[in-house]
Every structure is written in C-alpha cells, then in structure tokens.
C-alpha cells in the first residue's frame, strides 16, 4: 500500500479520487483483517461518505486537505461518533456510542484524511501484547503465530500488514513504540501533553501519550503536524502553538550532539538486541555514550504510579464487575489498588528529581538512541522468557526500555531497524521535552541513510 504523502499526492492532483482510494482500503481490510485482527470495527459508510465529499471539494477547485484521502484507524479507546468506545473492554461495550469524535480524530479528518474503523488493543491499554480475551489476538503481520505488542497492537499490526497507511494509538509506558517495534513500523510519542487526548479512555492520567504509527518518518512528520495544536477540553495540552516538524526533516544531523544509551540499556534483552542497536548507532556515526540517571528506578516508579492510577479510574468495577475484566488484565488492576498512597507519593517525588537530571543531561546531549524492546516478537500465549539467566514475564517485561522514557513524558519514535531478520527490531530515538524536532530530522537522516526502515513483509 503507498504510504500517506503519496495517496494525498495522487488524491489532490486527480489522478485517484478519495472514493477509490477508500475503497481498495476497504476490500484489503474486508480480505486479510481476518488473519491478523487488527480491526475491531470497520466504518465503511462513513468512509464512503467522506471520501465523496472529499472528491467533490476537489472537483469544485477546492482544497481538500494536506492529507486528502488518506485512510486512517484508531485505537479503539478514540471516540468515533456512533461507535461505543469500548477500550479493549467488555464492561465498556454496554456504554452508549459516541456522540463526537476525539479531538485527534476531527483534526485528521480535518486534514482530509479518512477514517476506516477501529482498532484492538489490550484491554483498557494495561498490557504489551494484544492478546485480549473478549476481542481475540492481534497476530504480528510478520509471522501470524507472535504477539503484535501492545497495548496498541492493532494500531501497528493494521500499518504493518498495508491495511492502512497510517494509525493512531496511545502509550503509557510504550504502548506506541513497543508494538511499532514489533511490528516493524514507526510509532511515535510526542512530549506528554503535546497532543490533545480529548475523546479518549484514559489509562493512568499523569502518564498518557497519544501519537501517530506509519511507514516512514515522513508521514509520521505529516500526520503529527496536522494532530499539533491546543484544546482547552484537555487540561494537560500544551497551549504551545504549532510547530510544524514537517519543514525541517531534510536537515541532516550537522550540528547534533547524538549519543547511544549505556548501562542499564546494554542489559536485560537478548544479545541480538544490543548487537543491532550498536550496528545502528555506528552507522550514523554516533561514538559517544551516555547515561541515563537511575532508569531502572525510574520504570518502578512508572509502575507504581500507573498501576495506581488505573485502579483508580476501574475501582468501582473492579468491586462490582470483576469478573467481567479480561484475566489478562484483573489481576494488574487489582494489583494497584494495593499500593500504599505513601508509595505513590514517593513515586511522583522521585519523578521530579528525574525529571530534573535528564534535563541536565539534555544540555550536554541533543539525542539519545537507545534499544525499543528486549527481544523480538515472541509466540502467542507463551508467559515467560529467559533473559540473562532469568526468567521473567515475556509480556510484563518488553516495557523495560520504553518506561523510563515515558515517566519523564519525553518524546520518542520507535524506528524499525533496516535489515534486521527474521523479526523486526527497532530503535528509540529520544530528545529533550517540546523538541519532537529533534528526534524526527534524526529520524529522517537515519532512513535516509538506510539505517531504519519499515520492515517488508516476507513474500
């Protein structure tokens, strides 16, 4: 499937009309949904309906948007008018459908991007792996019998498998870049709070990220420019306005202080893992190593604080309707509501000590690379893997990398290691809190450079 800037392409210059572009989508999703389950839902008229009107603004000499025709799905905790958001749930499923879309979803619109349907997920995004008891598996695209990750998991399975170009997820402890890792595609985190998450199922408040997953840094770079801007129906988002990303991909790394994480990021995986993030920092010619303060520290007080919290949101479920919660995810949320408040208030000190460190690092450093996941997709339904010497939860444990990222709210892109087989995995590209900038124009020379790359499927 082409990605994103080529369909608007051919869309705005008439040489394919919205209507057929959505269409094809359509029997794609209608032909190989089954194999993989990404799609929860599918919004097949609507689709239909938007893509006419698109092709009648072109038709009248009118401007159908920077991303006119563009097929999209979202994660199934957006709002999507009509639809129950029902977040991987089937307590939520009972709930009235939406009355309007999130806020993501009317600026994609917006843009004149098309919305195609909804997406799986772990249930209320508390998990790695999409393998949900009510809706069923997401298979990875790259070998049907592994997890896709999670909790976006259908998000990037969708892209992965060119059912989609483009997807909207949401991370809270790397619930974008771990599935985009596995699936081999990019999946991006902005700074916390950079983009509205009005009209969605939250998680855990203080740690909640919404952002884009595509094929390539340019259309991640033109779907994040088209998600900026404030929204006072979401008291997190920054009132910073617009900062196109777009504009600036082409202009290398000249100038940028980039270095490769070390310590805590060089243990805890598989040695294929470190062997190819080093092969990838050597290529773009990254030879100084830092580290980061107190990771480890930093991820247990992520779980702490998330846990927590999203028992919180569940609390009066989780005494009336426990049985109704998916066995993957009661026990996590039960387990929250366990955690002393002395323990949360701990947690949330550290964070700011945290939070001040690596702003300190971030002045002697531009961008840090770092590994995405400790190993590669692994089978569904296998519960524990052996790493070190130990064995660990196979699920619980592919946040190791991502959660001491996302407790500072810094932005990331997962960005799929080129070459890498026979399963994808990626890289994390990181930079300092408002400089999204940063870690795209890395990004974009990276792939430019044949560093990263969406994973193809096998043929």
């Known amino acids: 499937m082409p990605g994103a800037l080529a369909i608007a392409a051919e869309v705005r210059a008439g040489r394919q009309s919205a209507l057929e572009t959505v269409r094809e989508t359509l029997e794609r999703i209608d032909a190989?949904?089954?194999?993989?389950?990404?799609?929860?839902?599918?919004?097949?008229?609507?689709?239909?309906?938007?893509?006419?009107?698109?092709?009648?603004?072109?038709?009248?000499?009118?401007?159908?948007g920077s991303l006119a025709g563009?097929?999209?799905a979202v994660k199934n905790l957006f709002d999507v008018r009509g639809i129950t958001t029902i977040a991987g749930s089937r307590i939520d499923a009972t709930n009235a459908p939406a009355v309007r879309d999130a806020t993501l979803v009317a600026r994609l619109e917006s843009a004149g991007a098309i919305l195609v349907g909804a997406l799986n997920m772990d249930e209320y995004a508390f998990g790695f792996s999409t393998q949900n008891t009510h809706y069923g598996a997401t298979r990875n695209p790259h070998d049907v019998a592994?997890?896709?990750?999670?909790?976006?998991?259908?998000?990037?399975?969708?892209?992965?498998?060119?059912?989609?170009?483009?997807?909207?997820?949401?991370?809270?402890?790397?619930?974008i870049r771990v599935p985009a890792a596995l699936c081999g595609v990019f999946g991006f985190k902005p700074t916390y709070g950079r983009l509205s998450?009005?009209?969605?199922?939250?998680?855990?408040?203080?740690?909640?990220?919404?952002?884009?997953?595509?094929?390539?840094?340019?259309?991640?770079?033109?779907?994040?420019?088209?998600?900026?801007?404030?929204?006072?129906?979401?008291?997190?988002c920054t009132e910073r306005p617009v900062e196109r990303v777009t504009p600036l991909l082409e202009q290398g790394l000249s100038g940028l202080?980039?270095?490769?994480?070390?310590?805590?990021?060089?243990?805890?995986?598989?040695?294929?893992?470190?062997?190819?993030?080093?092969?990838?920092?050597?290529a773009l010619g990254v030879n100084r190593r830092v580290a980061l303060p107190e990771p480890g520290l930093a991820r247990a007080a992520a779980m702490i604080i998330t846990a927590s919290e999203g028992a919180e949101l569940h609390l009066a479920d989780l005494k009336t309707?426990?049985?109704?919660?998916?066995?993957?995810?009661?026990?996590?949320?039960?387990?929250?509501?366990?955690?002393?408040?002395?323990?949360?208030a701990r947690a949330q000190r550290f964070r700011s000590w945290y939070c001040n460190e690596l702003a300190a690092l971030f002045k002697e450093v531009d961008v840090i690379v770092a590994p995405a996941t400790p190993y590669a997709a692994f089978p569904l339904g296998q519960r524990m893997m052996e790493?070190?010497?130990?064995?660990?939860?196979?699920?619980?444990?592919?946040?190791?990398?991502?959660?001491?990222?996302?407790?500072?709210?810094?932005?990331?892109?997962?960005?799929?290691?080129?070459?890498?087989?026979p399963l994808p995995l990626a890289l994390q590209i990181i930079a300092a809190p408002w400089r999204e900038d940063l870690v795209l124009r890395v990004a974009a020379a990276a792939e430019a450079a044949g560093v990263v790359a969406a994973t193809p499927l096998a043929t």
């Open 146 to 175: 592994r997890i896709a990750g999670g909790s976006s998991g259908g998000s990037a399975a969708g892209v992965a498998a060119g059912l989609v170009p483009i997807s909207l997820g949401s991370d809270t402890n790397g619930s």
């Open 321 to 344: 309707r426990s049985a109704d919660f998916d066995p993957m995810t009661r026990p996590l949320f039960l387990s929250g509501t366990l955690v002393p408040a002395v323990w949360y």
């Open 197 to 236: 998450r009005s009209g969605t199922r939250l998680f855990a408040p203080s740690f909640d990220h919404v952002g884009p997953l595509a094929r390539s840094v340019a259309d991640i770079a033109a779907v994040y420019d088209a998600l900026q801007g404030p929204d006072a129906t979401d008291p997190v």
């Open 257 to 282: 202080r980039v270095a490769i994480a070390d310590g805590y990021f060089t243990a805890g995986g598989h040695p294929e893992v470190f062997a190819a993030t080093e092969q990838a920092a050597v």
């Open 70 to 72: 563009v097929p999209f």
């Open 387 to 421: 790493v070190d010497g130990r064995e660990l939860p196979a699920a619980g444990h592919l946040g190791v990398f991502t959660q001491p990222l996302s407790f500072a709210g810094l932005p990331v892109l997962a960005a799929p290691i080129a070459g890498v087989r």
């Open 32 to 64: 190989h949904n089954e194999a993989i389950n990404a799609f929860t839902a599918v919004t097949a008229e609507r689709a239909i309906a938007a893509a006419k009107a698109i092709d009648a603004v072109r038709a009248g000499g009118g401007d159908p």
